[in-house]
């Protein structure tokens, strides 16, 4: 298995204090006060907003974040991250409901998705299955607005993936790895 490495940096343009991490941490408050840049040098990461993998989350893959707005971040609060990793070029399979516990219209997707209302006729989607692969879907259309992260699974309501409502403007599938 591949090993992941990322460097949180208080400061923009990876100045000031930096943190290094290479594993899942459920409290980073310990190690720095906020999150200005970040550099990803390998692996996946989940970054949230609070302890305990809760509150805003962000996907990042390699590559180098030189102020939060990069990562669509709301502000330079990062209190927890995971890593993760998928060993696969895919296949992504995907399948979304417009009603909780799987019920309603359903579409199955298989590859990005930049406007959900477009493809669904609808922005809400109330329950979800990730068959393979993973995504991040995104509060507005075009991969803008908050992110969630979705590993394979059964997601019968929105909060499941830790929305607050079911408005979902587009996905993609998580292709770097």
Not at 1 to 14: A, G, L, W
Not at 43 to 59: A, D, F, I, R, S
Not at 135 to 152: A, I, V
Request: aromatic share 18%; glycine share 6%.
């Amino acid at each position: 298995m591949m090993s992941s490495k990322i460097t949180f940096y208080e400061d923009r343009n990876f100045q000031g204090r930096s943190h290094e991490c290479d594993t899942d941490c459920p409290d980073m408050h310990p190690h720095f006060s906020r999150c200005n840049s970040i550099k990803v040098e390998s692996g996946c990461w989940v970054l949230y907003e609070k302890p305990n993998y809760t509150g805003y989350q962000y996907v990042l893959t390699r590559g180098e974040y030189p102020d939060y707005q990069r990562w669509m971040g709301y502000n330079d609060t990062i209190r927890s991250c995971r890593t993760f990793s998928y060993t696969s070029e895919g296949p992504y399979r995907m399948r979304i409901y417009e009603r909780p516990n799987f019920q309603g219209q359903m579409m199955e997707f298989s590859d990005d998705c930049e406007s959900v209302q477009e493809n669904f006729r609808s922005r809400d989607i109330y329950s979800c299955n990730v068959m393979e692969g993973y995504w991040t879907l995104y509060e507005h259309p075009n991969y803008r607005g908050r992110q969630y992260f979705m590993r394979p699974g059964e997601y019968r309501k929105f909060s499941d993936w830790g929305a607050t409502c079911a408005t979902t403007g587009s996905f993609r599938r998580i292709t770097e790895f």
